[in-house]
């Protein structure tokens, strides 16, 4: 074969190898190299979650049992935390004495403490393990909690974040300087449920040092993406008390393509929930509201909001943002969007938190306030809209609501993608990195082996090129030295 050939067949086997990687990875999403899912196994009505880990039982309450670690002969069982206080109890098997390792993550390990004195290593910003020795037949319960010592509960909320990383990136950064005992993410965490868009939006909120509860939008299972989110954050419908408050999060992401918003099966776990939680102050989050307020109220705007930019023609027609933003935002179903309402004032909500429409509006009805808080990153959908995040200060009289407002260009696509490209870059680096050190490698021996064979024509050139830079610099300095002289 030619050298010619051979160099360019080499040149099509290393983009091919490094193509079929990129497209492989693109479409299958992993978390990272050593970890393994397991089916979600998850009961509403406590917030449990259980798993026969071999014969011991891992059980969590605030909570459940996400996959498995392992690494060469070592397994660790994952969990991902669903509440501000995880409670985890593991019975040993009947086979012997062990010391068994779980790992729990979403949860901030520096405010982090274990009632029991349960040692606690940090594994990542977002994770703890913790090693429990058990005999057989032994059982122990871990109660975890944060160390919130102020005198009220402070949360964040937000919704709608999408492919507005920039945006997304900015509130994280603030949301860590605030430092709450949580944040919320109304839903809508992803433009569609494909792979890689779950991949980005992890990538984001891995800087994010609070823990992050989240509903399910109706772009989150857009593209089958419903099994990505269950396998990232769980179950659909949940919720937990924290002080003297109770927080319910729902499902309502069908209300955009099916005629149901929210399935019976949900609304009897709710109302029976509701009123569990009689006595406290409840917190409803749900993505989609039961009413779009567009008819009746105008968005809240803020003093000093600034003229907010139009969306570029260009960016309104791929975005299909005209057709888009006039439709009705609320439940197809009037009739459930009522009983939805009516349950709310039935139980005495203090307020629901939505999204799904993208600004931000706050209103009362039959006793129970709404907000809309669309405005994490995606386009803006309502004149004077601008993005924005919540901050909730929680006391024992009262709810304190601050609207945080941030810089509100539109959402282009071209720093959507530019984005978007390095997060890339950054979680294949994450999940696949011993193949990616691979194909370097791989991808070094081959341009090197291919300058080795080429020696004879760029060599000359390139000493060709050393002779005339000394040459430039010889003459400037002759020259340099020639006026100085000169302007004596």
């Not at 779009?292 to 260009?314: E, H, K, S, W, Y």
Request: glycine share 6%.
């Amino acid at each position: 074969m030619p050298i010619k050939a051979k160099r360019l067949l080499v040149f099509v086997l290393m983009l091919s190898m490094v193509g079929a990687f990129v497209i492989y990875a693109y479409n299958n999403f992993k978390i990272n190299e050593k970890f393994y899912p397991l089916p979600l196994s998850f009961n509403p009505v406590d917030s449990s979650s259980a798993y026969d880990w071999n014969g011991s039982l891992v059980k969590i309450q605030g909570g459940f049992v996400k996959g498995k670690i392992i690494n060469g002969n070592n397994e660790e069982l994952l969990l991902r935390s669903l509440s501000p206080q995880p409670r985890i109890t593991i019975r040993g098997s009947a086979n012997g004495n062990k010391t068994y390792v779980l790992r729990l993550e979403n949860i901030n390990p520096v405010q982090t403490l274990a009632r029991d004195n349960t040692e606690i290593k940090i594994v990542d910003p977002h994770t703890i393990a913790l090693s429990v020795p058990l005999n057989a037949d032994e059982e122990k319960t871990i109660e975890l909690a944060p160390q919130d010592e102020k005198d009220y509960l402070e949360f964040v909320i937000l919704g709608d974040n999408r492919d507005g990383y920039q945006t997304f990136s900015q509130i994280i950064e603030q949301i860590n300087a605030i430092g709450p005992v949580f944040t919320i993410d109304n839903g809508d965490l992803v433009f569609g449920g494909e792979p890689n868009k779950y991949r980005l939006f992890n990538e984001t909120v891995s800087k994010l040092q609070v823990p992050l509860y989240t509903t399910i939008g109706n772009h989150d299972v857009r593209e089958n993406g419903r099994p990505i989110y269950t396998e990232l954050f769980g179950p659909p419908y949940y919720s937990y008390d924290y002080r003297n408050t109770h927080f319910i999060y729902l499902d309502s992401s069908r209300g955009w393509a099916e005629k149901r918003a929210i399935p019976e099966e949900q609304y009897q776990w709710l109302e029976n929930d509701l009123k569990n939680a009689q006595g406290k102050q409840i917190f409803v989050v749900s993505h989609i509201p039961p009413t779009d307020p567009r008819g009746t109220t105008a968005p809240n705007t803020l003093p000093d909001i600034p003229g907010v930019q139009q969306t570029p023609f260009f960016e309104k027609i791929m975005n299909d943002y005209l057709a888009y933003k006039n439709l009705d935002h609320g439940f197809p179903d009037k009739e459930e969007a009522l009983r939805f309402e009516n349950l709310m004032g039935k139980y005495k909500v203090d307020t629901v938190f939505m999204s799904h429409i993208h600004s931000y509006f706050s209103f009362v009805k039959d006793g129970v306030r709404y907000i809309i808080s669309g405005g994490g990153g995606a386009e803006l959908l309502a004149k004077d809209s601008y993005y924005h995040y919540i901050r909730v200060k929680v006391t024992g009289k009262e709810n304190l609501l601050e609207v945080i407002q941030l810089p509100s260009p539109p959402n282009q696509l071209q720093d959507r993608y530019l984005a978007g490209i390095q997060l890339f870059a950054m979680a294949i680096y994450k999940e696949y990195t011993t193949t990616v050190w691979s194909i370097a490698s791989i991808a070094v021996l081959m341009i090197g082996w291919m300058l080795w064979n080429t020696r004879g024509k760029w060599i000359p050139r390139l000493k060709l090129l050393g002779i005339w830079l000394v040459e430039v610099v010889k003459f400037a300095l002759s020259k340099y030295r020639e006026l100085k002289r000169n302007n004596k």
